[in-house]
């Protein structure tokens, strides 16, 4: 055994050649992760009376799209009225035959809309995003210049975030023991993305400029939401050396439509503080 087999976790640990599936892995996915896609379990997805149909939970990227719906009914955008079903994903939900139809990657949020000429299956929550604000023509700019802007920061986000919640957040926050490589790569990482945004926004209103877009609802409950709420990592972070991006951050933190989107197929929190399913607006009254 080399000297640094020895120093590795756990001790002596080395690579296999070639990767086999181990019947254990510990941690709070450690028994849903599998190496194969598709379906393990029949359950159709339930419909409820609106075309738009969502199937998600209230993580960061599920947000992303409950934020967007409730924009575009605070803009007056009628017809993105919307029943958001929970899929647990800590219970597997996602691996249900009826989502995998739909989304085959198994990941929320996934949508359906039920209004086009023929059933339109939409997931990815950055896909879904663009595809509302093509749809109702809100949100995306149509301004060259601009679009590229807005496009630019949603395409950041969507490939940053993995490093924040598969990197940092699953081994701060889930993984079975600490490790501090681990935990040192990513959070060195995570802190270069913070000091991204914070010096874009020293010299802009919102992420793609002057106008809200869906750049600032993909970015907003990542950066800094998730470090406050599902990995609990702002203060590990230091979040308030970040200035402009908790002036941001708390600007659209004041938004309606924002401050409902936010707790959309949520399952815990205070009381008043989330809704399992949203049906109505009505649903918002009585949490």
Known sequence: MSDGAKKNLPAGYVPEKIWTE???????????????????????????????????????NGQKVTIMLEELLEAGHADA????????I??????????????????????????????TSVFESGSILVYLAEKFSRFLPTELGART???????????????????????????PIKIEYAIDRYAMEAKRQLH??????????????????????????????????VYQVAEFLGIEAYPHLLRWYHSISERPAVARGRIVNRTSGAPGSFIRERHDVADFLNP
């Open 149 to 175: 802007t807005t496009f630019n920061w949603l395409m950041w986000q969507m490939g940053s975030a993995p490093f924040l919640g598969g990197g940092l957040g699953h081994f701060y926050a889930y993984a």
């Open 90 to 119: 800590f219970k597997g939900d996602q691996f249900g035959s009826g989502f995998v139809g739909i989304n085959p990657n198994s990941k929320i949020p996934a949508l359906v809309d039920r209004s086009t000429d023929q059933v």
């Open 81 to 88: 009225e919307y029943d958001a079903w929970l899929i647990d």
């Open 196 to 229: 991204v945004l914070n010096t874009h926004l020293a010299e802009n209103e919102f992420v793609a400029g002057d106008q809200y877009t869906i750049a600032d609802m993909a970015i907003w409950p990542w950066y800094p939401g998730s470090l406050y709420g």
């Open 22 to 60: 181990k019947n254990a892995y510990g941690g709070q996915f450690g028994s849903i992760n599998r190496p194969v896609s598709g379906a393990r379990f029949e359950q159709e997805l339930p419909v409820g009376r609106h075309p738009l149909q969502l199937y998600s939970q209230g993580t960061p």
